[in-house]
């Protein structure tokens, strides 16, 4: 069932997250609404990847929550962390294809785990959904056998198999040339009206943060923690952002001018 | 074009230490006595102040930053103000080697390289590791006991193509070194045997060696080998890939789609490939008994079936089943426990091999070791 738009879908309360000793992030907190495209960035290796391992169920933090709706993901048993995963779908950087099977094979096996649908309606539906991420014809090519960007867009047509509520995406523009990165930010906003899915993405793509976010986070690699939330546009103008923030989303431009 | 060999100059009047620098430096250039003296001097001399100073300096690259640093660092260890008289680069170089902060807590803590602290280190790892491979364990039967009740997210036809590679695929290895190893035995047989004049027990001497576990040891050895590391490889392959966190990603169990069909496949097809590598034993002994020792070929086949009694083909099934299950959990433990790099799925893949075979002797020993107790 459809949630209702701009209700609260995501909440993250005082993660704390690392390996081992070594604290990738501590004290995030943030929340992500239904309808929402969520951006997590910041520099490189200030762990962005990481905290969208922890929200998607890969890993788990050292302290704090995530709510998915009334359930406490972390502290909820492996049936309801099942049933939430259900509920999300998501591309990896790399597209993370099952090698051994077709594109239609990649975007069927979710369908045929958690529908009764047969399998022609099954062959239909992951036509239907490669065709969406502009992969029509494609359907029995093996993953090896295409390009890193085609192989991202199976991808997606995977993680929308399920027509899954929130999306994660992870560097969804990286490796890919400016004219398909536009066409991916067409397809999250198209995705976003049509189906109401809500989107948390993590990328350094400042064309696409800007294009599209509507909500994002800013994690600093120094004070490991968020320094600026809010609407990146906003952001970007306000003179109360950090610095670092400010620094990242003006491509440098605030830094040179401190300095002059 | 000829370079100037690069030079280090020291002049050391009073308290004060001047190194002048000059020529070409590279990292492959050799280094002038001087250069030693330099560092000797500042460590050790009487000094209240270091100059450095390069006016004749050509071309430089990291050797010369080098050896700077460890002569600024001499100098602010030992609270020696120094003098700068260096090129703008040189000096950016510099400031940069020794203001750009570590991390915080990003450094890996030096653990002692020793041999104490090696083996210490091993057994602290050790029990995290057995209960690491009792969840593994654990997550099996569970799969299992899943699949019992028909909620397993096993596809059929993994289970098909792993039947495939553990069966069709490995009969022409399995036919070569089964049929060689009854050769083998019967050679080493005859040796003593045709001193007593009784050549047809080689019969019996193959036919029990191969049916109660040399057959099923033969096969365990070489599906360790073969299919053992192509599971630790292409699950390991998948961690790299990510294709495994996009199986949990969607809620399904890795046990269960990655380890049960292969389980199942090797526990079911290893005794099946154990019947057929006791009948290439037999046929290799029947060849040295026939051919090389004179026996007529139905005096042979007829000891044969007098000598080997039907328990031990049983026995052996038993080895070769565990056999199966020890070749497939190890194979697919270390796959899915592999790190996120080449050099991981390396170190995973032989691991599953030695850990195979090391596990099948074990379980050789333990059944034996049981069927003496009862008897059997």
Known sequence: MPQKLHAPLIKVQDLLVGYGSFILMRDVCFQVNAGDIFFITGGSGCGKSTLLKVLMGLKPPSQGHIWYGQDDFWASPIQIRNKIKRNTGVLFQSGALWSSMTLAQNVALPLQQYTTLSDDAIYELAKLKLALAGLAGFEDYYPSEISGGMRKRAGLARALALDPQILFLDEPSAGLDPVSSRHLDDLILELRDTLETTFVIVSHELDSIFAIANNSIFLDNQTRTIQAKGDPKVLRNDPNTPLCALNFLTRGAAAKQATT | ?376
């Open chain 2, 1 to 376: 074009m000829n370079q100037p060999p690069l030079s280090v100059t020291c002049t050391h009047i009073g308290q004060e230490l001047t190194v002048t620098l000059g020529g070409s430096w590279h990292l492959g250039a050799p280094k002038p006595p001087s250069y030693e003296e330099a560092l000797n001097t500042l460590a050790t001399g009487e000094l209240s102040k270091l100059t450095l100073q390069a006016p004749q300096l050509e071309t430089w690259d990291s050797s010369l930053l080098v050896f700077l640093v460890q002569l600024v660092r001499i100098a602010k260890t030992r609270h020696i103000p120094i003098n700068e008289q260096l090129p703008v680069g040189l000096q950016r170089l510099l400031t940069l080697a020794f203001e750009v902060k570590e991390q915080q807590g990003a450094k890996r803590s030096s653990h002692g390289e020793n041999f104490f602290a090696q083996v210490g280190d091993k057994v602290i790892h050790f029990f995290p590791a057995l209960c690491d491979l009792l969840l593994f364990l654990g997550q099996v039967v569970t799969a299992l006991w899943h699949l019992f009740l028909g909620r397993a997210t096993m596809r059929r036809q993994d289970f098909i193509a792993c039947i495939h590679e553990c069966s069709l695929q490995a009969l022409p290895i399995v036919s070569i070194t089964n049929l060689l190893f009854g050769l083998i035995l019967a050679f080493v047989g005859a040796v003593q045997l045709t001193q007593f004049g009784v050549q047809v027990y080689v019969a019996g001497l193959v036919g029990i060696g191969m049916l109660r576990v040399m057959g099923a040891v033969m096969v365990g050895i070489v599906m360790a080998g073969r299919v053992g590391a192509s599971y630790a490889a292409l699950i390991g392959t998948m961690q790299v890939n990510e294709e495994v966190d996009a199986l949990l990603s969607f809620g399904f169990s890795p046990v269960e789609f990655l380890v049960l069909p292969r389980m199942l496949a090797l526990a079911l097809m290893v005794p099946l490939l154990t019947i057929y590598a006791d009948m290439m034993g037999i046929l290799g002994g029947y060849l040295v008994g026939t051919l090389l020792l004179d026996l007529n070929p139905l005096e042979y086949l007829n000891a044969t079936a007098n000598m080997v009694d039907f328990k031990h083909g049983l026995i052996g099934l038993v080895y070769a089943t565990m056999f199966g299950i020890v070749i497939a959990i190890s194979g697919c433990y270390h796959g899915i426990r592999c790190g996120r790099s080449a050099q991981a799925v390396g170190i995973a893949t032989t691991t599953a091999v030695v850990h195979s075979i090391v596990g099948i002797i074990v379980m050789t020993a333990i059944i034996t070791i049981i069927c003496n107790a009862l008897g059997i």
